[in-house]
Structures are given as structure tokens and as C-alpha cells.
């Protein structure tokens, strides 16, 4: 039940993808975001410059296009996908004491963190379907210290070409 409430929760998130990109557009031309736009561990614009690519994209076509970019389509919806983070998730630094798993079954892949679930399916021609809760990179590395505020554990149900496995 876990898993399909963090799949439906991150399928809504995907639905709402098309208004929250007109809403960054207008809001990039204030500089002013609602908290469910903005990347919570990277609140404040220019956003993203740890990435190679998306320092790029503000050195090469300025602030607006940059912020559009990071908040529009990069990483659309965040605030609110954080703020569906479970409660009990929020401001873990490591994942070491929470038992972890992965176990391949055929064309999917159970990523598990405690009791939370991601599902990574192969759909063919190099895509994967993503749904439950983000924890793959949990079960990959639990022992690294993240940041306080991170983006594990946050709802998701995404077609992506590549994954961790």
C-alpha cells in the first residue's frame, strides 16, 4: 500500500509537470518562487551551480533561462515532492539502520528502504518506469552523509533511458 501511494502521489506530481512549468516561466520573470517550486536543499537563484551543465546553461543564456531550466524542467515540483517526503524520512544524514534491499524480479527491479518501496520496470528500448518512493540511491549508498534536507525518499513515477542498478 506504501508503494502505490508514492507512485499515485508522484504520478500527480507529473500531471501538474505542464502548469508548474508555466508557473516557473512567470515567476522567473519576478524572481519570486512559491516554496512548492523551489528545490528545497538549493532555495535561492542561481540555482543548481554544482552541476556542470546546468552552470552552463546560466553562463550561456542568463539568470531567467537558467532558473527556468532548474525549477521547469530539471527538477519541476520539488518543494512539493519534498514536502510528500514521510515525515519520519525528513532530516535522516544516513540510511545504515533502516534495512535495505534490492531484489531483481524478471524486468523489475525492488529497490525497499525500511518500508518504503521503488519499482524500477523495464518498459524496452532502453526505458524504465520509476514509481513508489525515490530510495534507490539509498540502497546504493547508505552509508554516506547527506545533507539534512535531500530529496530521498520523495514520491516518483517517471519514465527515464537510464538508472542505477
Do not use: H
Amino acid at each position: 500500500m506504501t508503494t502505490l501511494r508514492g507512485a499515485a502521489l508522484g504520478l500527480l506530481l507529473l500531471l501538474l509537470n505542464p502548469l508548474a512549468f508555466l508557473a516557473v516561466v512567470i515567476c522567473a520573470a519576478v524572481r519570486r518562487y512559491p516554496w512548492f517550486l523551489l528545490t528545497p536543499d538549493d532555495p535561492v537563484s542561481p540555482f543548481g551551480l554544482y552541476e556542470d551543465q546546468v552552470r552552463r546553461v546560466y553562463v550561456r543564456f542568463g539568470r531567467y533561462v537558467g532558473d527556468v531550466y532548474w525549477l521547469g524542467l530539471r527538477n519541476c515540483l520539488y518543494g512539493a515532492a519534498y514536502a510528500l517526503k514521510p515525515r519520519e524520512m525528513k532530516g535522516l544524514r544516513n540510511y545504515i539502520d533502516i534495512g535495505i534491499g534490492k531484489r531483481s524480479l524478471g524486468r523489475a527491479t525492488c529497490w525497499s528502504a525500511g518500508k518504503y518501496r521503488q519499482w524500477t520496470v523495464r518498459i524496452g528500448f532502453g526505458f524504465f518506469l520509476l514509481l513508489g518512493w525515490k530510495v534507490d540511491r539509498v540502497v546504493i549508498d547508505p552509508n554516506t552523509y547527506r545533507a539534512s534536507v535531500n530529496m530521498d525518499f520523495r514520491p516518483t513515477f517517471s519514465v527515464r533511458r537510464k538508472v542505477a542498478f
